[in-house]
């Protein structure tokens, strides 16, 4: 039997539209693809948005910028030395992007300068990083995203 043209196109179209159907299914179905919101009641997050801007620019006004550093031991932060680390206290939340069940807080609770997140609770990738703190009732806020 001889195709012609016109039965070549439909044949064409159905053989397209077969292709992005199967490649769309097949990312609906597929659990690696599954992506989860950033966070579960963002309406709520976003309210206090401007609370997170206000606690960024104490931080950059009053020259108390956190310095952050990978070491073998860990990733380490260090307050500024001309603050008693005795009074701050706050949270760290660390996001990771790609799976939100190795998302973790800790209570910042010190007994120098200097906080480490040990190595074994961080695994291998991208990683967001907000610590959230207060000294002497003023808040303070750092974000930042790096790569372990």
């Known amino acids: 039997m001889k195709i012609n043209w016109g039965t070549a196109i439909v044949l064409a179209f159905i053989a397209f539209i077969s292709f992005i159907l199967f490649f769309v299914i097949r990312m609906s179905m597929d659990n690696r693809s599954n992506h989860d919101l950033v966070t579960e009641e963002y309406y709520k ?5 401007q609370d997170e801007i206000d606690a960024e620019n104490n931080a950059a006004n009053n020259s108390v910028q956190l ?3 990978k070491i073998s031991e860990g990733f380490l932060i260090q ?5 008693n680390f005795k009074n701050i206290k706050g949270t760290v939340s ?3 992007p790609s799976n939100k069940h190795l998302d973790f ?6 007994s120098t300068s ?4 040990p190595h074994k609770r961080l695994l291998e990738g991208r990683w967001d990083i907000k610590v959230l703190w207060t000294y002497e009732g003023e808040e303070y806020l750092h974000k930042q995203k790096f790569t372990y």
């Open 79 to 83: 307050f500024p030395d001309n603050l």
């Open 67 to 69: 310095k952050t550093e």
């Open 45 to 49: 997050a976003e309210l206090g948005y």
């Open 114 to 117: 200097q906080l480490l997140l």
């Open 94 to 96: 660390l996001y990771r």
């Open 105 to 110: 807080d800790l209570d910042i609770n010190l």
